[in-house]
Structures are given as C-alpha cells and as structure tokens.
C-alpha cells in the first residue's frame, strides 16, 4: 500500500510539474467591439477601467486584425490558424444554416486537449447553424471538455438570456447579464470543474456589445452627461463587458493563476451601424467602414496581451497581428506542433509579444475574403499596402496603410507597377484558397447567412 500511494504521489508530482512547465491560456473575444471604443484606445467617454488597467500590465497593438469583417469567420480563424475560406466559414451562419466549422478542421482547443490540457468555452459560439444539434458539429466536438454557449446571440437580450446550452443541454431562463453570466461559468470551471494538476485553455466570448442589447441600469448610471438613450445603452454595455472581465482576472489572482496565464483580448469584428443614429453607437478610431467592411474600421480591432513576466508590462506595438495568428501563437507556447499537412495563414508571433524578435516572416498574406449576399468583398495587405477588390475582381484600391490608416487616397494610378503586381498576387492567392474551400458561398441566399437549397 506505501508503495502505491508513493507512486501515485510521484505521478501526481509529475503531473504538476508538466502543468507549470505549460502556460494557461485565456482567450477573451468581445463582440462588434469597435478599435476605438475603449479608454486605452482614444475613446472619450466609454469607461472601460478593467481594460484600461489590463493594457497598462501587457502589450496593447495598435494593428490589431480580425480575420473578417462579421462574427462567425472571424472566430473560425482563431480556432484553426486558417483565413476562413479556407475553413469553409466565410460569412455569418445563420440559425438551420448547413455551414459549420467542420470536423476535418483541427482546431486549438483539440489539439491542446490532447497534449493534456484542460478546455472550457463559455459564450457566444456561432460556428455552426444546427446549434445543440448533432447533426453539425458542437463546441465539445472541437475540443472543449465544458462549454457553456448560444447559436449566435443572446436571446431575447441580454438580460435573462433563455437559449444558451451547457454541455448538450438547454439551460433554461437565467437571471442576469450575458457578460457576467458568462464570466461566472468561466470562474465556476476554473475553481471547481478543471483538472487543476492540467494547464488550461479558456474562451469566453461575450456577447456584448452586439445588437439586441440590454445593460445593467448600474453601468447606465454612468453615463449622466449623455441625453441619447441608444449612446448611453451601447456606452453602458461596453462597461458591462469590461466588468465581467475585470471579475475574471480578478478571480484568476484569487486563484493564484495570474503568473502562469497568457490572456488575450481582442475583439471579432469593426462597430455595428453607422455610429450616429442607428443602433451601434461604436467607434472605428477615426478609421474608414465599419462591421461588414473591409476598410480598416471594418477589421481592425483592439487587441491586448498580457504575461507577467513574458509581455512587457505598459508595452505598445505597431505591427500587423491578425486572428489566425492565435491558433499556432498559443501552440508554440504550450510546446504543441503545428499542423504540417495543411495550409495555415496565422504564424507565430510570440517573439513579438514577449520581445525576443521584432521581425515577423508571413509566408501568407493578410487576406481578407467577405460574402455578405448579394455582395463580396476581398482585401489583401503586403508590408504597408493593402489591396482591396469588388465582387466581379475588376474594381480594385490601393492604400499604403503606414502612411493613410484612414485609406483617403487611392494609389493605383501613382504607383501603377506595384499596383499591378499586387493585383496579380492577390488574384493567384485568392484562387489558391478559393480551391481548397468547400463551395458552400456559391449558394448563398440574399439573407446573407442562409443556403439555397442544391438544384
């Protein structure tokens, strides 16, 4: 009997000894958060003192990109490295859509899982139309051990949300705030589901401050100065979310995690609306287009990593860091190896985050690909030009992003060689993943995330 309990206590030593060799991760994914709608980026009014204080402890970039314009192919690339076409997720899933992320897809929580971390999502999902269905895929199929999560938004606000599903299951009507709610799944795995001899892996995707809102009448008191109620409703539900984040990492300190995780927020896509009188009162920073555009204010978002002792605290950069990048970024920290036999477009950028190496080499481009029916938009950025395209791949823009972050002045007839030769890369590059996507955008409805039915 000594002798097992010695060796089961050498066992477990082992175990832990694994576990603190291995970051935790937390990836925090806000909703149609705009890249000027907190403190720490310029915002005047929105308080957002969490992540305010959250930007000062790490590294804030200032060229922050998501992988699209709208929320379900933004979120694909960030579980699998990979631009969305690639993956087959390239526009917003409708609910009863026959888009999915699908199985053949590895994705990080999968892969992390299997090198013996323990996996939680808690949140908004949106990678699937047929959501608690086991007719598509869902969250436990891609990895993930707990999951708390909704099809897309919160319904019917988010205030008593009644559509999320815990591990296969329907929830039932719950009392509160989506933000927090979710937070608290997040907090209540950490403390009392997860294997704490394990590393961790944690999503939580709110859904703040996507349309339909709701906010605690606490966070609108903030706001006495504004007279419009659709500014002070969506102003308020940013500090809701900011508030649920601010609950987590207090509670990862209560748990003595903070040393050993690397956090990552950011947010799925540019503000809703037009930011002055419809619903979506976000802000792009002063940057060209919104949500379902591929202008920078479309697709450039906040971003912020922290880790203590790796990440410069109060630290800024300026380099282009897109979605895709999470998903071989987190592997390399966790001593996990890439995926060889399939094209990735994210590449490792802890070098930059932790300063060990300011150069970054893409052997993709950023490349941006939007099917909104009866529309497309496509997008590609090299070094500081980025070319952008309609739907027929005829009218094309060029803009050096360095020099015209508000992309004000079309470069094509100045600089007609460099034009040409972007173009021509951007059209072989686009056919590439044209071809190893499955076709599921050539029968895409005019509702935009639906399917017509095959002939």
Request: proline share 8%.
């Amino acid at each position: 009997m000594k002798q097992a309990l010695r060796f089961f206590s050498l066992v477990l030593c082992f175990a832990q000894a694994s576990a603190a060799d291995k970051p935790n991760f937390i990836l925090f994914l806000a909703d149609d958060l705009g890249y000027g709608d907190l403190g720490c980026y310029g915002h005047p009014t929105i308080q957002s003192p969490n992540l305010d204080a959250f930007a000062k402890e790490g590294m804030r970039l200032t060229q922050c990109y998501s992988a699209s314009a709208v929320c379900s192919p933004s979120r694909s690339a960030l579980l699998t490295g990979r631009t969305p076409h690639r993956n087959g997720v390239y526009t917003w899933i409708a609910e009863g859509s026959e888009v999915h992320l699908r199985t053949s897809e590895v994705t990080l929580p999968k892969l992390l899982k299997a090198s013996g971390y323990s996996t939680c999502h808690a949140g908004k999902w949106h990678l699937n139309g047929l959501f608690n269905n086991p007719a598509q895929p869902q969250p436990g199929d891609h990895g993930y051990d707990w999951w708390l999560a909704t099809q897309n938004n919160a319904a019917p606000t988010h205030e008593n949300p009644n559509n999320f599903a815990r591990n296969g299951q329907a929830v039932g009507p719950m009392t509160g705030y989506s933000a927090p709610l979710v937070v608290d799944e997040a907090i209540s795995w950490l403390a009392q589901e997860r294997d704490p001899a394990k590393p961790f892996f944690l999503a939580v995707w709110t859904h703040e401050p996507h349309y339909p809102i709701k906010s605690d009448p606490t966070f609108k008191d903030l706001y006495p100065n504004l007279s419009d109620e659709i500014q002070i409703e969506h102003h308020a539900n940013v500090t809701q979310m900011d508030f649920a984040f601010g609950k987590l990492m207090k509670a990862l300190d209560a748990q003595g995690l903070r040393d050993q995780t690397f956090v990552f927020f950011t947010s799925d896509n540019g503000p809703e609306g037009d930011g002055v009188k419809t619903p979506g009162r976000g802000s792009s920073g002063g940057l060209r287009g919104r949500k379902r555009d591929l202008h920078e204010g479309g697709i450039r978002v906040p971003g912020i990593a922290r880790w203590p002792g790796r990440i410069a605290a109060n630290a800024t950069s300026s380099t282009p860091v897109i979605g895709s990048d999470i998903f071989p970024t987190m592997l390399n920290l966790a001593g996990v190896p890439v995926p060889k036999e399939r094209v990735l477009d994210g590449i490792d950028v802890s070098g930059l985050l932790t300063g060990t190496s300011s150069q970054l080499n893409r052997p993709q481009p950023l490349f941006w690909r939007l099917h909104m029916a009866p529309n497309a938009q496509y997008a590609m950025r090299e070094g500081d030009l980025k070319i952008l395209a309609d739907a027929s791949l005829t009218h094309f823009e060029l803009y050096n992003i360095a020099s015209d972050p508000a992309e004000t002045t079309d470069l094509q007839s100045s600089q007609p060689e460099r034009f040409a030769a972007l173009r021509d890369q951007f059209l072989a590059h686009n056919a590439a993943i044209e071809a190893e996507g499955p076709d599921w955008w050539k029968r895409l409805s005019p509702s935009g995330g639906t399917l017509k039915k095959r002939p």
